[in-house]
């Protein structure tokens, strides 16, 4: 115990030092953070990409050719990762979903205890900090992921945090196992493989390790296995997926344009940007004091690598930023208890009472939103899709046949064909093709036109004649299409009327003609083959005057991908205003000046 008391920075509050110091009390934290994740992510439903990606390597294992009869954009790593749990559900006679939900949170497990035996390495005369560095990466890879748990950007920093705690063992001049540089090394390596953006992270590290005091780092392992799993990967490309590369090709630059926002914009305003974007102001008003400054310097870094990772997909959706938005918080929280001096500077003080806002505010609002969640797990709000739980008893009774659905969102069709148990129709999960080829149009306040056969674009083209032939060969027994709001721009792809515009084609329209109008349910028509001899029923006729977009269902009026909570800011502004009054009774400096700062 006394060694503990005389670490080099010890957490000023006495609160957390005690709780720190018992080990029992650690261990109990720990087993809380990841229930209090791990609980939702079983009794919830699986996210749209999540359940997409499962479902074409099932497939792709009973025989369908991945970018041919299953169309994707996405490199083909990801579904050729999902058949070991799509494997291992068959092998244990349970769906693949929970499968794949135990075996990300082993990853995240394991992730943290190795990153916890590397802080050790790198933090040996602190280990109350090693403790609470370790507690707050099993937080952000556990239940702060809660909303994009399994997504690719969870997997990805499952997979790369040590080796981004590794260079920090290089900046410092430290040696490390070669057998642990090569594991640390492939393991990143598959995580940037996941998506091309990710080598922003290796790029910035590399550079960082270069750059540190001069130092020679040429030859490292680690270094080496990324650019090894990189070579090993693409050459497994071309030789198993070689249609990737036309598909990509025809599909690439459009869906870059789907859905995108401007890159300040994202910058600024997309979901999950702005508390890096603090830390790093945190990081620069800060560093001078930093106690340990290897390991300040590589999460800074790698904080703003992922940070401008998620800025270059222009999308500003959440699970982009989750990676920047996780090193964030382990940043605040280091920025927090690793100072060698008390904040007098005005300037100091206020990044110094926002940094423990940031760790406070995150954990707060992660630990209720779990809690809410337990409380109803299965509840609308929880699905990409509000429709989604209304739309399983309809569709279930077709177990085993094939349904048919126009959306421009994955989230239409997935999860709902998997709780269904249902085939997909269409060798797209979604139609998002239509919504890219009319981007600008819908923008406009004219009536929305389509393109002929002639004015289409190839993309378009592929689109129609896939979905054409998909429905000749697989005569899906349900059709549910995402019914057109009015035709006014601030509806954005809501105005996109899937039945007019694809019954232009008369092969579709001949199609159609077996299909009937049964009812509405949410935002969606559901039409099923007619019966002999039964007429066919028109759907209704599209809104035509409305004061706003939808408040509920799949919404896509255009506009930047800004917080708009009001209530989550003024809870920001309190307890930054808490954390500043109380900063001088708890921020007094170290115990002693710091003899390791690395």
Same mark, same amino acid.
């Given at each position: 115990?006394?060694?503990?008391?005389?670490?080099?920075?010890?957490?000023?509050?006495?609160?957390?030092?005690?709780?720190?110091?018992?080990?029992?009390?650690?261990?109990?934290?720990?087993?809380?953070?990841?229930?209090?994740?791990?609980?939702?992510?079983?009794?919830?439903?699986?996210?749209?990409?999540?359940?997409?990606?499962?479902?074409?390597?099932?497939?792709?294992?009973?025989?369908?050719?991945?970018?041919?009869?299953?169309?994707?954009?996405?490199?083909?790593?990801?579904?050729?990762?999902?058949?070991?749990?799509?494997?291992?559900?068959?092998?244990?006679?349970?769906?693949?979903?929970?499968?794949?939900?135990?075996?990300?949170?082993?990853?995240?497990?394991?992730?943290?205890?190795?990153? #916890?035996?590397?802080?050790?390495?790198?933090?040996?005369?602190?280990?109350?900090?090693?403790?609470?560095?370790?507690?707050?990466?099993?937080?952000?890879?556990?239940?702060?992921?809660?909303?994009?748990?399994?997504?690719?950007?969870?997997?990805?920093?499952?997979?790369?945090?040590?080796?981004?705690?590794?260079?920090?063992?290089?900046?410092?001049?430290?040696?490390?196992?070669?057998?642990?540089?090569?594991?640390?090394?492939?393991?990143?390596?598959?995580?940037?493989?996941?998506?091309?953006?990710?080598?922003?992270?290796?790029?910035?590290?590399?550079?960082?390790?270069?750059?540190?005091?001069?130092?020679?780092?040429?030859?490292?392992?680690?270094?080496?296995?990324?650019?090894?799993? #990189?070579?090993?990967?693409?050459?497994?490309?071309?030789?198993?997926?070689?249609?990737?590369?036309?598909?990509?090709?025809?599909? #690439?630059?459009?869906?870059?344009?789907?859905?995108?926002?401007?890159?300040?914009?994202?910058?600024?305003?997309?979901?999950?940007?702005?508390?890096?974007?603090?830390?790093?102001?945190?990081?620069?008003?800060?560093?001078?004091?930093?106690?340990?400054?290897?390991?300040?310097?590589?999460?800074?870094?790698?904080?703003?690598?992922?940070?401008?990772?998620?800025?270059?997909?222009?999308?500003?959706? =959440?699970?982009?930023?989750?990676?920047?938005?996780?090193?964030?918080?382990?940043?605040?929280?280091?920025?927090?208890?690793?100072?060698?001096?008390?904040?007098?500077?005005?300037?100091?003080?206020?990044?110094?009472?926002?940094?423990?806002?940031?760790?406070?505010?995150?954990?707060?609002?992660?630990?209720?939103?779990?809690?809410?969640?337990?409380?109803?797990?299965?509840?609308?709000?929880?699905?990409?899709?509000?429709?989604?739980?209304?739309?399983?008893?309809?569709?279930?009774?077709?177990?085993?046949?094939?349904?048919?659905?126009?959306?421009?969102?994955?989230?239409?069709?997935?999860?709902?064909?998997?709780?269904?148990?249902?085939?997909?129709?269409?060798?797209?999960?979604?139609?998002?093709?239509?919504?890219?080829?009319?981007?600008?149009?819908?923008?406009?306040?004219?009536?929305?036109?389509?393109?002929?056969?002639?004015?289409?674009?190839?993309?378009?083209?592929?689109?129609?004649?896939?979905?054409?032939?998909?429905?000749?060969?697989?005569?899906?027994?349900?059709?549910?299409?995402?019914?057109?709001?009015?035709?006014?721009?601030?509806?954005?792809? =809501?105005?996109?009327?899937?039945?007019?515009?694809?019954?232009?084609?008369?092969?579709?329209?001949?199609?159609?003609?077996?299909?009937?109008?049964?009812?509405?349910? #949410?935002?969606?028509?559901?039409?099923?083959?007619?019966?002999?001899?039964?007429?066919?029923?028109?759907?209704?006729?599209?809104?035509?005057?409305?004061?706003?977009?939808?408040?509920?269902?799949?919404?896509?009026?255009?506009?930047?991908?800004?917080?708009?909570?009001?209530?989550?800011?003024?809870?920001?502004?309190?307890?930054?205003?808490?954390?500043?009054?109380?900063?001088?009774?708890?921020?007094?400096?170290?115990?002693?000046?710091?003899?390791?700062?690395?």
């Amino acid at each position: 115990m006394t060694a503990l008391r005389d670490e080099v920075r010890t957490p000023s509050w006495p609160m957390v030092r005690r709780l720190l110091e018992d080990t029992r009390v650690v261990a109990a934290l720990a087993i809380a953070i990841v229930l209090s994740g791990a609980i939702p992510a079983f009794a919830g439903r699986l996210q749209p990409d999540t359940a997409w990606l499962l479902y074409a390597s099932d497939h792709m294992l009973r025989g369908a050719r991945l970018y041919v009869d299953l169309v994707e954009t996405n490199p083909p790593l990801i579904v050729w990762l999902d058949t070991i749990p799509v494997l291992a559900g068959r092998l244990l006679g349970v769906p693949s979903g929970p499968v794949y939900v135990a075996m990300t949170l082993a990853l995240a497990l394991g992730s943290a205890a190795w990153c #916890g035996m590397l802080l050790r390495r790198i933090l040996p005369k602190a280990p109350l900090l090693q403790r609470f560095l370790t507690l707050l990466l099993l937080a952000v890879l556990i239940p702060l992921a809660r909303e994009d748990f399994g997504e690719r950007e969870h997997l990805f920093l499952a997979l790369s945090l040590p080796y981004m705690l590794l260079t920090v063992l290089r900046h410092q001049g430290d040696s490390a196992p070669r057998r642990e540089a090569w594991a640390a090394g492939i393991a990143a390596g598959v995580g940037i493989a996941l998506k091309p953006y990710f080598v922003v992270l290796w790029l910035a590290l590399e550079v960082l390790v270069r750059r540190s005091r001069g130092r020679s780092r040429a030859g490292r392992p680690e270094a080496g296995a990324v650019v090894l799993a #990189g070579i090993v990967y693409l050459a497994a490309v071309v030789m198993l997926a070689p249609e990737y590369f036309p598909v990509v090709r025809l599909m #690439g630059e459009p869906y870059r344009t789907f859905l995108s926002n401007p890159l300040l914009t994202t910058a600024l305003l997309g979901d999950g940007a702005q508390l890096p974007l603090f830390a790093l102001l945190g990081y620069m008003a800060l560093r001078t004091d930093a106690g340990r400054r290897a390991l300040w310097t590589t999460l800074a870094w790698s904080t703003a690598a992922l940070w401008i990772a998620a800025v270059l997909q222009q999308k500003g959706w =959440r699970y982009h930023f989750y990676p920047a938005l996780s090193l964030a918080v382990v940043l605040c929280g280091l920025m927090l208890f690793d100072r060698r001096r008390a904040a007098r500077n005005p300037v100091r003080r206020l990044y110094a009472a926002a940094a423990a806002a940031a760790v406070l505010g995150a954990a707060g609002l992660t630990a209720g939103a779990c809690i809410r969640q337990l409380l109803d797990p299965r509840n609308p709000r929880y699905d990409a899709d509000p429709d989604l739980s209304r739309l399983i008893p309809i569709v279930a009774p077709y177990r085993g046949q094939s349904v048919l659905m126009l959306s421009w969102s994955t989230a239409s069709a997935f999860p709902l064909m998997t709780y269904a148990q249902v085939e997909n129709a269409s060798r797209f999960n979604h139609l998002w093709v239509v919504g890219a080829a009319y981007w600008n149009d819908l923008r406009r306040p004219a009536p929305l036109r389509y393109h002929s056969r002639e004015e289409m674009s190839p993309v378009e083209r592929f689109l129609v004649d896939g979905l054409v032939e998909d429905i000749a060969r697989n005569r899906p027994a349900l059709a549910l299409v995402l019914r057109p709001g009015p035709d006014r721009p601030e509806w954005g792809l =809501r105005r996109l009327d899937f039945l007019g515009y694809l019954n232009r084609d008369p092969r579709f329209a001949r199609l159609w003609t077996a299909f009937t109008y049964e009812r509405q349910v #949410g935002e969606y028509w559901v039409f099923r083959r007619t019966a002999p001899g039964e007429a066919a029923v028109l759907p209704p006729n599209r809104p035509v005057v409305t004061r706003e977009v939808p408040d509920r269902g799949l919404n896509a009026s255009f506009g930047a991908p800004a917080l708009t909570d009001i209530g989550l800011w003024i809870f920001s502004a309190v307890l930054l205003g808490l954390c500043l009054t109380l900063q001088p009774r708890w921020d007094r400096g170290p115990l002693e000046d710091p003899v390791d700062s690395g």
